[in-house]
């Protein structure tokens, strides 16, 4: 099965840095990877997502990217704000199953 | 106008209570889904339903038992409850059929706790 890792587990940043988020699959057949934030007490919301026939997406201040070689891809926030502060989650399908990595807890320090 | 409602959203219990959590979702969706989020955040998955049929399984402890009556409700049962059992329980849909190739929408969650 699929086998999602994110690094780093937790980030802290100062306001209006950047914070970069990785993540690595193991299933090479996977072609679908969302990101979902969650803030304290909240549901998890999708933020971004890219298919495998793309290897960036932006979004004002967030992008993702994608390198189907190496089986990673990565979560980039810039010009971060307070209200960046959540939790994110990578996520790889591979059309069956949607897999989570552990999380990153992210703070935006003012 | 709530898409994915669960309700209860809390939940405190004796071990070898039984309870259920309800969800129900207006989005007209195919596919429902229970996730578990445990005190680590993890979010790891338990059932999915494709139109009220049951396509994904993982392995869960017999004493939880999902129910969907139609392809608007995905009800979630537990036998027997065990202290290990508590957890946040999110229920979520998506609009597609077998394939996870889409936006997930998740309920508010149930923080079931298990004393």
């Known amino acids: 099965g699929e086998n999602v890792e994110q690094h780093p587990s937790t980030l802290s940043v100062q306001e209006g840095d950047s914070a970069v988020i990785k993540c690595t699959y193991s299933?090479?057949?996977?072609?679908?990877f969302p990101w979902y934030k969650q803030e304290l007490g909240k549901r998890p919301q999708l933020i971004i997502d890219?298919?495998?026939?793309?290897g960036e997406k932006k979004d004002q201040r967030i992008a993702v990217t994608l390198n189907k070689t190496a089986k990673h891809f990565s979560l980039h926030i810039t010009e971060t704000q307070p209200e960046d502060s959540a939790v994110y989650f990578c996520a790889a399908s591979n059309d069956y199953k949607l897999s989570f990595g552990a999380g990153t807890t992210v703070t935006v320090r003012a | 106008d709530t898409a994915v409602s669960q309700t209860p959203k809390y939940l405190v219990t004796q071990m070898g209570n039984d309870k259920s959590i309800k969800c129900e979702q207006n989005l007209g969706h195919d596919t429902m889904y229970w996730y578990k989020q445990d005190s680590k955040k993890f979010l790891k998955i338990m059932f999915s339903?494709?139109?009220?049929?049951?396509?994904i399984n993982e392995t869960v402890p017999n004493r939880f038992s999902p129910k969907s009556p139609d392809k608007a409700h995905l009800n979630l049962h537990i036998n027997s409850l065990e202290l290990g059992d508590s957890a946040v329980y999110f229920c979520?849909?998506?609009?597609?059929?077998?394939?996870?190739?889409?936006?997930?929408?998740f309920g508010e969650g149930s923080r079931l706790t298990v004393l």
């Open positions: 890219i298919r495998s026939n793309v």
């Open positions: 299933d090479s057949a996977s072609n679908y």
């Open positions: 979520a849909s998506s609009p597609h059929a077998a394939s996870n190739t889409g936006e997930l929408f």
């Open positions: 339903y494709n139109n009220k049929e049951l396509i």
